[in-house]
């Protein structure tokens, strides 16, 4: 997602100084989105509510993944009507002035290297790998990471939290607590120069060794499983239908108009001269009236499914197991339509978004998918464990990364 | 690789250095005199000059017996009113004072040292050593200290490593560090279970652990912090003394000097009798009696003997054997092996006691003076490196929790919970508008508060106003993966909170180790000023008058 900051506030009489924008691209897949679609035609999309005039010069910081900064000036030149611009609109296209050459060559040097690592157009926004990198910010990354493991693992029941199935036996769990002591003992975090980090691993430790105390034994194990009965118990399925849980309270910027998530998001709050930015979990879920094709631009052809009005959501279960997320995001999306009121389907959406940009390999994404599953509906079991196993890979690289850095120092 | 990390086990009567290399070999350094372990002895020289450390120490130890040092990790962290403090002062040459704060020190000349501070030139010592054998200085150690060692006796120990310069990465449980120092290299998939039965110098361990997946679990840990080879030799001393006085009546007990060559040599017939059944005492000219005629005491001494007279030494064995085997819920007959650590495992008597308690013989594969050291080098490999090959995990030793009332002791962590560890509890004001709480936390087994080891107190003021229990106060206490204890308090409705880390009730303040650091600095200048320009130690000259030869005492 792009996130805008820093938006200058300005009255519509001093339209002629310039406005300045920073877009962060914090994903592969966005950038080729914004290569294809915007830079090819020497133009810029930003989407916004309240339009500056024509004419109005703008300044853009772009970030790429890696970092690096682009910087990218031009006017405005067309106000873009709702729907407009392939639907994408409202909002305003800016015709770039020059992009400077080394400014398009970084970028698809960037684009093709990112894209031969991994075969797809992939995301690589975690633990990026820099040399100059110092240990000690390599040690704030992974205090980062381990806090955020610890949010998610906070979330899960002791078989989540061990990794393990709801069948798993003695042998199994024991090892698969050998396996995480291993890992997240305070003494394994003893090398490292912050302190904090071994009061972080402290706390994880102690959520891991409370689940294997939970599931050590036979009968303390029953009762942990009939606790995680409430939930279905075999083969993963995800989505529970039943009573929908009230809506979790929305605070801050989560309060602003359910408009549809932009998808280059431009502006501040008040007065918002473009629409508010998207952030992590501050994602007003995506509304049934709108579907925003623009946010997947990768979607594939919806499969039609018709529009037959008993379709039950439930069904998606099945085609999220089997892999095949975007029909099962078309199944969410139908029923959601006809009963924008059930969170189960929207979770559902957010989750096969995010399985699917997981499958995509853009993490960032994923977890911001998962995160938003949570937030409609916070017993959502597949997305607690994904988002706590992706959480577990960003520590592990974090932790990697910093182990080099300092043989590297050594 | 990171400058090395040293493992170092602190002995009551003997200290240890081991280092483990890039390739996970493990080795005990030995000093340059070849010494593979280092008395842990400390001497300060009647005439001045350098303090003395380990072999030399022990050499000079009878002609100048109160200033040199022995056995003080019985005294660390610990208070002059403790009993075993009290048991030890009997027969101990050098004398025991109490510091402002009522902790045992010990007076030599007419300064008042620390335990920290004598046994941080025991910790110099083995660094030096360390440093000469690797070639390299060495500033990082792990420091193995018994499992019933409490808080602050764990605290004085990470002081006295602060003093010798030594950043103690990590304190290590010494049954822990045996069994690892055993097992390491024994990585099996099964589930193993084995006893450690370490009995030192000073201080008896018994653990029971679990070996798996590389993952070593203390089970439970139980033992007997005043208990070791040196009751052995104070009972033969004190035997001795009595037998000595009713034929003679010499009364070596009020003699430091014959006493210190007494206690030598009981010490020397008790291991010559861990292999013999018989040996003799010889010590001619131990004293003068009553008309001025010298006594020379020579006697046979059998093992029987001995044995009965350290029998209740031995029974203590017993019963922390015992409870620790049910804390672990399993039976001597669960455990695959028996390990035995610690010098005073090479007596015969304790060793069929071994036999005796868990059914089968004990496993005397390592040298138990030296494994204890390479199980702490052991596990500086694994803290330091990348390998994610093995595991520690401990417990805590004793109960811990707070009083109630006035006498009575509710247990918040209990012992033998994992480490780290926490635990929260609520209180509610029992009056109205109480203005502040205070928590008082104890360590120990007792039911009774007071025969409890006070940990330090915990008080909140400035309470907001209300009916009696409405306010709350939450109590947050947690143990890391060192025994060592945070707490905090906090008044739920405001946040309000106060905290400590425990450790006001005794130990060293951190102006007082500055203190110390710079008083031996200070001393090592004026000792430098007496010494000779070469010799490098293998020749002392005088280079001044020797004092007049007296009879020393206090």
């Known amino acids: 997602m792009l996130a ?17 924008i920073k877009l962060r691209c914090t994903s592969w897949q966005q950038l080729a989105n914004i290569h294809r679609r915007d830079l090819s035609r020497h133009a810029i999309f930003l989407k916004a509510s309240q339009l500056p005039p024509l004419g109005t010069p703008v300044r853009i910081d772009l970030t790429l993944p890696t970092e690096s900064m682009i910087v990218l000036a031009g006017v405005v030149a067309e106000h873009v009507p709702e729907g407009g611009l392939g639907g994408r609109g409202p909002g305003i296209d800016i015709k770039l002035n020059t992009i400077p050459e080394s400014a398009l060559w970084l970028i698809e040097t960037a684009l093709a290297s990112a894209a031969k690592q991994t075969g797809a157009i992939p995301v690589t926004n975690e633990a990026a790998v820099d040399d100059g990198q110092d240990v000690a910010a390599a040690e704030d990354e992974l205090l980062a990471a381990l806090t955020s493991e610890l949010d998610s693992l906070r979330r899960l029941n002791p078989f989540q939290v061990l990794g393990v199935g709801y069948e798993a036996g003695d042998a199994e769990i024991r090892a698969a607590f050998a396996g995480l002591t291993k890992r997240y003992h305070p003494d394994r975090f003893t090398r490292y120069t912050s302190q904090e980090l071994r009061g972080l691993a402290a706390e994880i430790f102690i959520l891991i060794r409370d689940a294997y105390r939970r599931l050590g034994d036979e009968a303390s194990r029953a009762k942990a499983l009939q606790a995680a009965g ?29 408009a549809p998530p932009p998808r280059m998001p431009a502006g501040s709050p008040p007065p918002p001269v473009i629409a508010p930015p998207r952030a992590a979990t501050a994602d007003p879920p995506p509304s049934a009236k709108a579907p925003d094709t623009e946010r997947r631009p990768m979607q594939v052809a919806p499969p039609s499914l018709g529009e037959d009005p008993k379709v039950d959501f439930r069904s998606a279960d099945g085609l999220l197991e089997a892999g095949r997320y975007d029909e099962a995001l078309a199944v969410f999306k139908i029923y959601t339509r006809k009963n924008p009121g059930d969170r189960t389907a929207r979770a559902g959406i957010e989750l096969a978004e995010g399985l699917r940009a997981l499958a995509q390999r853009d993490r960032l994404e994923a977890a911001q998918r998962f995160e938003a599953v949570l937030e409609i509906d916070p017993t959502n079991e597949r997305a607690a464990r994904e988002l706590a196993e992706m959480r577990r890979m960003a520590t592990n690289e974090r932790r990697g990364l910093l182990s080099r850095l300092m043989g590297k120092k050594e | 690789m990171a400058s090395r990390i040293l493992g170092i086990d602190l002995g009551t009567t ?99 040292r620390s335990p920290q501070e004598i046994a941080s030139h025991v910790l110099r010592r083995l660094r030096a050593i360390a440093e000469a054998a690797l070639g390299e200085p060495v500033t990082r150690a792990i420091v193995t200290v018994p499992a019933y060692f409490d808080e602050h006796q764990r605290q004085a120990t990470r002081d006295a490593g602060t003093i010798a310069g030594l950043d103690v990465v990590r304190i290590l449980n010494e049954p822990t560090a045996a069994a690892l120092a055993y097992g390491a290299h024994r990585v099996s998939e099964r589930r193993r279970l084995i006893g450690v039965f370490d009995l030192g110098g000073g201080t008896f361990d018994i653990s029971i652990m679990s070996v ?24 033969m001393v004190e035997r001795m003394a009595d037998e000595i006085f009713d034929k003679t009546l010499i009364d070596l007990m009020q003699n430091p000097v014959a006493l210190g060559r007494l206690r030598e040599a009981c010490e ?55 409870r620790t085997l049910a804390d672990a819920r399993v039976t001597p007959a669960d455990l695959e092996e028996v390990l035995l650590v610690g010098g005073m495992t090479r007596w015969p008597a304790v060793q069929a006691t071994v036999e005796r308690i868990f059914g089968k013989k004990p496993s005397k594969g390592a040298n138990p003076d030296e494994v204890v050291a390479m199980g702490a080098a052991a596990y500086a490999g694994i803290v330091g490196g990348d390998d994610d090959g093995a595991a520690l995990l401990d417990v805590t030793p004793h109960d811990i929790g707070i009083k109630v009332g006035e ?20 209180f509610a004001t029992t009056s109205a508008d109480q203005k502040f709480v205070s928590i008082e936390l104890y360590q120990g087994e007792h039911a009774d508060v007071r025969k409890n080891r006070r940990l330090g107190q915990v008080t909140l003021d400035g309470l907001p106003p209300g009916p009696a229990g409405s306010i709350r106060v939450e109590l947050n206490l947690t143990v890391d993966v060192e025994s060592i204890m945070n707490v905090t308090a906090r008044e739920l409705s405001t946040g309000k909170e106060a905290g400590v880390t425990l450790r006001p009730s005794g130990g060293l ?46």
Request: with cysteine; glycine share 8%; net charge positive.
């Open chain 1, 4 to 20: 805008i900051a820093g938006v200058p506030i300005l009255a519509a009489s001093v339209s002629q100084t310039p406005l300045n």
């Open chain 1, 230 to 258: 409430a939930r279905p118990v075999v083969k993963v399925p995800t989505l529970r239908p039943g009573p929908s849980i009230p809506p979790p309270p929305i605070a801050g910027a989560k309060a602003a108009p359910p």
């Open chain 2, 14 to 112: 003997n200290s240890c250095v081991a280092v483990i290399d890039d390739r996970g070999t493990v080795t005990v350094l030995a000093s340059p005199e070849g010494e593979r372990t280092t008395p842990s002895v400390v001497a300060w020289p009647a005439a001045g000059g350098d303090v003395l450390v380990g072999t030399p120490a022990r050499r000079q130890a009878v002609s100048n017996a109160a200033h040199t040092v022995f056995g003080t990790k019985r005294l660390v962290g610990r208070k002059v009113n403790n009993d075993d403090v009290a048991l030890a002062a009997r027969t101990a040459p050098y004398r025991i004072v109490a510091a402002a704060n009522g902790d045992a020190w010990v007076r030599i000349g007419t300064v008042n």
């Open chain 2, 212 to 235: 798996e997946n590389g993952i070593f679990e203390v089970l439970a840990t139980g033992g007997d912090s005043a208990l070791g080879g040196e009751d052995w030799d104070r009972r």
């Open chain 2, 268 to 322: 020397a017939a008790k291991k010559a009798l861990s292999s013999e059944r018989e040996t003799w005492m010889r010590l001619p000219f131990l004293a003068q009696d009553q008309d001025g005629q010298p006594f020379n005491l020579e006697r046979k001494l059998t093992r029987d003997e001995v044995e009965a007279w350290t029998a209740a030494e031995l029974a203590r064995v017993d019963a922390p054997c015992r």
């Open chain 2, 407 to 426: 006498t009575g002791f509710s247990v918040l962590i209990a012992r033998n919970s994992m480490l780290p560890v926490r635990a929260r509890k609520l």
């Open chain 2, 509 to 554: 303040t951190q102006r007082e180790i500055v203190e110390i650091i710079s008083r031996r600095r200070e001393e090592e200048t004026a000792a430098a000023a007496t010494r000779p320009i070469d010799g490098g130690g293998l020749t002392r000259v005088p280079t001044r008058e020797l004092p007049p030869i007296k009879p020393r005492g206090e």
